[in-house]
C-alpha cells in the first residue's frame, strides 16, 4: 500500500470526489437489494464545494491523488457527515477509520456536541462500521427532525426505507473523541 496522509479539503478538490463516491459506490451490486443504486447517488461537485467552504471536510491523498473523503456540514451544534467515500483501491487500509476519527476530533475541537448521519443499518461498511466507532441508532426520529427529513429525502430519491437508519455520536467533554 503506498503511504498516504489525510488534510483539510480545499476547493479544488471538489472536482475529483464525485468520481470517488461514485466508484465506492459500485460495491453497493455486491449487497442483496441494493444493486440497484450503485454508484448512483454521488454528490455534485458544486454541493462538494459548497461543503468544503464551511471548513470541515477532509481528504485522504496517496501520491498526489485523492482517495478518500469525509464531506459534513454543520447544523447548529451538530457536524452531520453528507458523504464519506473510499476509493475500491484504497479500502481496507485504515483510511476510513482515519478520516472518521480525524472529523470526529475536529468537530469535538471545534464544540460540536454531536456527529450525526443516515446510512444503511445493515450492510457491514455503512451501520456496523459506525457502530465499531462509537455512534448510536436514533429510534426516536420524533426528536431529530433533520434527520428524519435526510432519511424522507433520500426515500423520495429511492432508498428504501425500512434499511435505512439515522445515527449519533456525543461529543461529550470528558469523553475521548
Known amino acids: 500500500m503506498t503511504e498516504w496522509h489525510i488534510r483539510l479539503a480545499w476547493a479544488e478538490d471538489a472536482d475529483y470526489l464525485p468520481a470517488i463516491e461514485t466508484a465506492a459506490g459500485e460495491l453497493f451490486k455486491t449487497v442483496d437489494g441494493l444493486a ?6 454521488a454528490l455534485s461537485a458544486p454541493e462538494q464545494r459548497r461543503l468544503i467552504r464551511k471548513g470541515h471536510c477532509l481528504v485522504a491523498e496517496s ?4 482517495v478518500g473523503f469525509i464531506s459534513t456540514e454543520p447544523f447548529h451544534r451538530e457536524l452531520d457527515i453528507r458523504e ?3 476509493h475500491p483501491d484504497y479500502q481496507r487500509n485504515g483510511i476510513g477509520a482515519i478520516l472518521l476519527r480525524a472529523a470526529t476530533i475536529d468537530a469535538h475541537n471545534s464544540g460540536f456536541r454531536a456527529i450525526t448521519l443516515t446510512t444503511f443499518a445493515d450492510v457491514p461498511w455503512n451501520g456496523p462500521f459506525y457502530i465499531r466507532h462509537g455512534f448510536k441508532t436514533v429510534t426516536d426520529l ?7 427529513a435526510n432519511i424522507d429525502q433520500e426515500v423520495e430519491d429511492g432508498l428504501p426505507r425500512e434499511r435505512r437508519v439515522a445515527m449519533i455520536k456525543f461529543l461529550g467533554l470528558d469523553e475521548n473523541a
Open 142 to 148: 420524533s426528536a431529530h427532525p433533520r434527520l428524519a
Open 84 to 86: 464519506f467515500s473510499v
Open 63 to 66: 501520491a498526489g491523488t485523492l
Open 36 to 41: 440497484g443504486i450503485a454508484g448512483t447517488q
